[in-house]
């Protein structure tokens, strides 16, 4: 039960119309963002969080809370040397704690890429490995959630990207499963080109692929010329 004597920012009444954007934050808050309540002497203050030690990620959370028409701050903590970025609407809180799966499957459907960005910057890494002579890039997304991960993994293929899903930590810890976009070097650059991540772009452009690589069709190999 929400309380009388909420401060202002409380009362902010967000844009929850479908959009690219809400479906970034959607994506973002199924990550590494949180909602939060505090409560004080008399009243409660109900916060969306996120907490990143990038600062370019949390910049781009920010913008989008902005554009749904809530008042961001973003502040440095110098212990951990993260970021923090808080915004405050009792409105939005309630209708995000309300969406089910469903709702997430057809918010992640209608804008694919968008909610793709948000997920990859929470959960999503790019490495590059050597094996045989040959360096290849591994694009991975991890989450403990099979459903949600099984999700990411049919918009990604309906995108027309392969995936395979593995599973990590079986045994006494909560299993991870880590979701691999594969193809060749080009095929995974153009992936992360697709969905424009504030952070953890691909470290080679399509270009620099193309004029460096010799790229073998269907197979994670490339030849260096």
């Not at 202002?8 to 119309?17: A, D, F, R, S, V």
Request: aromatic residues 14%.
């Amino acid at each position: 039960m929400f309380k009388k004597g909420h401060v202002p920012w409380n009362l902010i009444k967000p844009n929850l119309q479908v959009s690219g954007t809400l479906a970034y934050i959607v994506a973002v808050l199924l990550g590494d963002g949180y909602l939060r309540i505090r409560k004080y002497a008399d009243w409660f203050r109900y916060d969306v969080c996120l907490k990143v030690k990038d600062k370019a990620f949390a910049e781009s959370f920010a913008r989008a809370l902005e554009k749904i028409g809530l008042h961001p701050h973003i502040r440095c903590r110098k212990d951990s040397g993260q970021y923090l970025v808080t915004a405050t609407s009792v409105e939005f809180f309630k209708w995000f704690k309300g969406l089910d799966y469903e709702d997430i499957k057809k918010i992640a459907s209608e804008y694919p890429v968008d909610f793709l960005r948000g997920f990859f910057e929470s959960e999503g890494s790019i490495s590059k490995h050597r094996q045989g002579g040959k360096c290849y890039y591994q694009v991975v997304i991890g989450n403990t959630d099979k459903k949600l991960i099984s999700l990411v993994r049919e918009i990604i293929e309906k995108l027309g990207y392969r995936t395979s899903l593995h599973i990590l930590n079986q045994g006494k810890y909560k299993p991870e499963y880590q979701l691999l976009v594969l193809g060749n070097v080009l095929e995974k650059a153009k992936f992360v080109n697709l969905i424009k991540p504030s952070i953890r772009q691909f470290p080679l452009s399509e270009e620099d692929i193309r004029s460096r690589y010799r790229i073998f069709a269907n197979t994670e190999n490339m030849v260096k010329f």
